[in-house]
């Protein structure tokens, strides 16, 4: 079946370092891949997408390659701030219209 | 921009209550969702609809049911709360199988 693994956390950086939240997954033909955020007491919201092999979602500084030949869509961003603070969900969706997301992975940038 | 409201933020209720949590959407779409989240353990699917008065059980539908009478409106009940229900409860939609949009989460405590 579908599915997701993502990195544990919880990560914890400094203003400014380097991101890296790894993500692959398992699935049956041609999945669409999402990076979700949530912020403290919301819901969660989209931060990008891929649809295709070697698509790059970016937004807000983050960036995701999907890769079919390692299955993976690892979140990258060059430069955190305090305000990236928040838990990441790695997720898929295939042709039969549910989701999957990973566990989750808290991040807290601090200044 | 797509809105997805749910009816209560945070509902504490006594053990063995009939639970209802409402969801409404505003674009139109066809695809309706309710999860549950729990520390660890990510988002997991406990019941979706993908059209007025369908319903499909997710991977965890045991202790709940739904209702879909009209497109906007999704509605997940607690026949009988129990302690184990206490989680935080997310509404989500979508069209087909793009991104879904996220209510804001109920929070329910169960004593």
């Known amino acids: 079946g579908n599915s997701v693994t993502q990195m544990e956390g919880p990560v914890t950086l400094s203003e400014e370092a380097f991101l890296t939240i790894n993500c692959t997954y398992t699935a049956t033909g041609y999945p669409s891949l999402f990076w979700y955020v949530q912020y403290p007491g919301e819901g969660l919201q989209l931060l990008l997408k891929a649809t295709k092999a070697d698509d790059k979602g970016s937004n807000k500084g983050f960036e995701a390659t999907y890769r079919k030949e390692t299955t993976s869509f690892h979140l990258e961003k060059g430069s955190v701030q305090v305000s990236d603070s928040a838990v990441y969900f790695c997720a898929l969706s295939n042709n039969n219209n549910d989701m999957r997301f990973g566990a989750g992975t808290r991040l807290t940038v601090k200044p | 921009d797509v809105k997805v409201t749910q009816s209560s933020r945070y509902l504490v209720k006594r053990t063995g209550e009939k639970v209802f949590l409402e969801c409404v959407q505003d674009?139109?779409?066809?695809?309706m969702f309710w999860y549950r989240q729990d520390p660890g353990l990510g988002l997991r699917l406990i019941y979706f609809s993908y059209d007025v008065k369908m319903k499909e059980k997710g991977d965890i539908p045991e202790g709940y049911s739904v209702s879909r009478e009209k497109k906007e409106r999704f509605s997940l009940i607690l026949e009988s709360a129990s302690t184990n229900q206490t989680s935080m409860y997310l509404c989500a939609s979508s069209w087909g199988k793009e991104t879904q949009y996220f209510g804001p989460g109920t929070r329910l405590l169960v004593l």
């Open positions: 674009m139109d779409h066809e695809n």
